[in-house]
């Protein structure tokens, strides 16, 4: 870290003329979109466009010297079906890497929330694991707004990943403070890390992460979870599973997945996940269940079905996550969803 530090300092400090010789420049995205049936199970059922975390990327890289290379990004989210949101909201970033190493100053995923990404069978789309695994709560009175929760992006960080040695790689991502600013107050600082290791068709990963929240008149409010995800690829067959555990509150999820390739565009795929909730009849199990027709290696066409069965007292939703159409149902209840949808990538 010692040597790499002066590195990043000594790319920002590149005068013009260098900085104008950056090449491979490029432009990337996705699009999409879904038609969703959804029924609240309380408050009605209808039909809705969803955008599903769509998003527009600037990104490229220049070599200044061997095994020292300035990489960027700058991406946003893109709301086919409407507009609205931060101009830039999603990865952004300025970095350097090497044979020693990333190391990346921005706003970006935590090593944790990665974890999800991967195993996740149905990402950005109705079922999607984080309807369970995100678990988030309200914020303290006065040292945040809004809810907190797993999942998140860590603003004003900075994150270093290991070169991969027999399979193993490490991050480490730092965070000054979570808020939209910057703070000179230390104790806002928030961390997530982990360590994985990947083989030819088997891959497991342990993170951890710390979330804290302050102001200059309020106690401190934490938050901790572990998680520990696996993928195993065996013929035409994908597994997944994730294990977490939370503190305060004290709850833990866990979730499984399946996917089948059919043929060589057709897969079919299931996952399941379980919230066991810190407060009474407070949990939540999720199902869902669909198939998947890849048209080419860029364009997929799917259609999902998944419901999530809520605890006296919980009222989550197999739609809410990264998605915009999200409506509302009643603690207690089974809302469900059935969705036909589109992702294309570029």
């Known amino acids: ?15 013009a003329a260098t900085q104008a010789q950056v090449t491979g420049a490029q432009i990337y995205g996705q699009l999409h979109v879904s038609a969703d049936y959804l029924d609240t199970d309380s408050r009605g059922s209808a039909l809705n466009l969803s955008s599903n975390a769509s998003r527009l990327g600037f990104r490229g890289k220049y070599e200044v010297q061997e095994q020292l290379t300035v990489v960027w990004q700058a991406e946003t989210t893109l709301r086919v079906d409407s507009q609205g949101g931060d101009l830039i909201d999603r990865d952004t ?20 929330k990665v974890l999800r990404n991967r195993t996740d069978i149905f990402p950005n789309q109705i079922g999607d694991a984080r309807n369970i695994t995100r678990n988030r709560v309200a914020a303290p009175a006065g040292l945040a707004s809004g809810q907190i929760g797993w999942d998140e992006r860590f603003r004003n960080s900075i994150h270093y990943r290991t070169p991969t040695v027999a399979g193993l790689t490490a991050n480490a991502q730092y965070s000054t403070s979570l808020d939209s600013a910057s703070s000179n107050d230390a104790d806002a600082g928030s961390w997530s890390a982990s360590v994985e290791w990947r083989l030819a068709t088997f891959w497991i990963a342990v993170a951890h992460e710390n979330q804290t929240y302050t102001d200059d008149v309020l106690p401190e409010y934490e938050r901790h979870a572990t998680r520990v995800a696996a993928l195993y690829d065996i013929g035409d067959f994908r597994f997944s ?4 555990k939370a503190e305060d509150p004290d709850d833990a999820a866990w979730g499984a ?17 379980h919230l066991d909730a810190d407060a009474d009849d407070s949990d939540a199990d ?18 999902n079905y998944a419901v999530l ?7 989550l939703r197999p739609y809410s996550q990264a998605r915009t159409a999200d409506p509302a149902s009643l603690a207690g209840n089974s809302p469900s969803g059935f969705s036909l949808g589109t992702v294309f990538s570029f």
């Open 1 to 15: 870290m010692n040597r790499v530090l002066p590195l990043l300092l000594g790319a920002a400090l590149l005068p």
């Open 93 to 112: 970033f300025l970095g350097l890497t090497g044979d020693w190493g990333l190391l990346r100053v921005g706003k970006f995923d935590t090593p944790m």
């Open 241 to 244: 599973a994730l294990y977490q």
């Open 257 to 273: 997945g399946v996917r089948y390739r059919v043929t060589e565009k057709v897969a079919l795929k299931t996952q399941y996940y």
């Open 286 to 303: 999720l199902y869902a269940l669909g198939a998947d027709y890849q048209v080419a290696p860029n364009l997929t066409f799917y259609a």
């Open 309 to 315: 069965d809520n605890d006296t007292f919980s009222n």
